[in-house]
């Protein structure tokens, strides 16, 4: 079964502030060059929006299957 739940970053609107990453207790995120990359989107779990709702300020995180204007 493909995984259909993971956060997806949109770089345009990242800071990079890593609070996604240090947020997340799941291992999902790992940080290149300062950025956070979803390195390990299997480690999501299903429907939380933690990251997106209690880390991210700058609307950048969303998952798919959300409509655009998230
Ligand atoms: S949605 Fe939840 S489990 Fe998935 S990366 Fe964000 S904080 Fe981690
Ligand atoms: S919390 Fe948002 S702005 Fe900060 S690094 Fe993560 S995706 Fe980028």
């Known amino acids: 079964m ?11 609107k990242c800071t990079g502030c890593l609070a996604c990453a240090n947020f997340c207790p799941h291992g999902v995120f790992e940080i290149d060059d300062g950025k956070p990359i979803v390195a390990h989107p299997e480690n999501c779990v299903e429907f939380c929006r933690g990251c997106q709702k209690g880390a991210c300020e700058n609307e950048a995180i969303h998952y798919p299957g959300d409509s655009k204007k998230d």
Do not use: F, G, L, Q
């Not at 995984?3 to 997806?8: G, S």
């Open 2 to 12: 493909t995984k259909n739940w993971y956060p997806i970053i949109d770089y345009e």
